[in-house]
């Protein structure tokens, strides 16, 4: 799982582990519930379901750089501050 | 046997009627806040008696930090404020430690002593504090206030806890029963927002004859760089193509 055929050569998989680092920080220093930020995600059009949301902030699961930029979206949107 | 027993109303140290009545609190009270007014309000009138008024307020943790959230009157909703403004005092030491706490005597007690000298100001004799077992729901905690030392009967100790153990399952309920109103609104939200995004997407697609995904990257990058939210640049691609101003979800309740 760590490594999806989608997820390209190592250089895009360092990128994307740093994104996903990121993104799992600023949820941890966010007063907002996974739920609450899945259901936005979800209002956006985001198409993971909230088990592997949860897996991708905890950086155990990869997700399709689509819904990665849902995910980000939605963290700018709900979140705040200043966006990615 | 105390003199304080002969002048409750009947009824109340039967765990029945007082169940009984806090069901209806739930029924009846619009929100959790409201809930617990009507708590405080009800457990000081059941313990007052001619000559030993009980202010009674209700502190919960949120967000980490204590907050008075409730009070049976002004004096009460005053006190709770000035302890949670010390930042320590007998209520919150009773929540810390979960366990009730009686200070007896206030004019004689050696912890928490810029609370204690205010609050002796204040008028405060006696003070008791029963937490409220909530589980994993939250953290909650009720303060009673009287104007006379040993403002409190071992009696009033025991049926203001049986009182707190009910009042808890009537609150636990209350709490996931807003908690789930919430998410189901959030998720209505949601489908309402989605659906207009899904509709703008679709029209990407059919335009430039594109995936979804990419559908998606146009949006998002109109929305990145005009600093507008998804939903209002896929609201504004809907109203461009067929003049409508609002879309309405299929699944409006």
């Not at chain 1, 600023?26 to 996974?34: D, N, Y």
């Not at chain 2, 809930?35 to 008696?49: K, P």
């Not at chain 2, 589980?135 to 025991?158: K, M, P």
């Not at chain 2, 939210?229 to 309405?248: M, N």
Request: net charge negative; with cysteine.
């Amino acid at each position: 799982m760590m490594n999806a055929d989608w997820m390209g050569g190592p250089d895009q998989l360092n990128e994307a582990d740093a994104h996903r680092r990121i993104a799992a920080k600023r949820f941890q220093a966010s007063k907002v519930t996974l739920v609450e930020l899945w259901t936005y995600y979800y209002g956006i059009g985001g198409d993971v379901d909230e088990l592997a949301l949860d897996a991708y902030l905890n950086e155990a699961l990869h997700l399709p750089a689509a819904q990665v930029g849902l995910v980000t979206l939605a963290m700018n949107e709900f979140i705040g501050g200043d966006g990615a | 046997m105390t003199d304080n027993e002969g002048s409750l109303p009947t009824g109340f140290r039967s765990g029945w009627d007082a169940d009984l009545s806090l069901q209806e609190l739930v029924l009846e009270s619009s929100d959790i806040r409201a809930f617990m007014t009507e708590l405080a309000v009800l457990v000081s009138s059941r313990l007052s008696v001619p000559g030993n008024t009980i202010h009674s307020g209700v502190t919960v943790i949120r967000q980490k930090k204590p907050e008075a959230v409730a009070a049976s009157d002004a004096a009460a909703s005053a006190l709770d404020e000035l302890q949670n403004g010390f930042g320590e005092g007998p209520c919150l030491t009773a929540l810390r430690e979960e366990r009730t706490l009686l200070v007896p005597d206030l004019a004689a007690e050696t912890r928490w002593q810029d609370y204690v000298r205010t609050a002796l100001h204040q008028g405060v004799s006696s003070i008791l504090a029963v937490p409220l077992d909530l589980g994993g729901d939250g953290e909650a905690v009720l303060n009673l206030y009287s104007g006379r030392t040993n403002g409190f009967s071992v009696e009033d100790i025991a049926t203001v806890e049986t009182f707190a153990g009910h009042a808890a399952n009537s609150l636990r309920l209350v709490l996931r029963i807003a908690r789930l109103r919430e998410t189901r609104n959030d998720l209505s939200a949601a489908m309402q927002s989605r659906t207009v995004i899904d509709m703008a997407v679709g029209a990407v697609m059919a335009q430039n004859r594109c995936t979804r995904d990419t559908a998606f990257g146009i949006l998002t990058r109109a929305s990145n760089t005009r600093n507008i939210k998804l939903r209002q640049v896929a609201a504004a691609v809907i109203a461009s193509i067929s003049g409508e101003q609002t879309i309405p979800a299929h699944f409006d309740e």
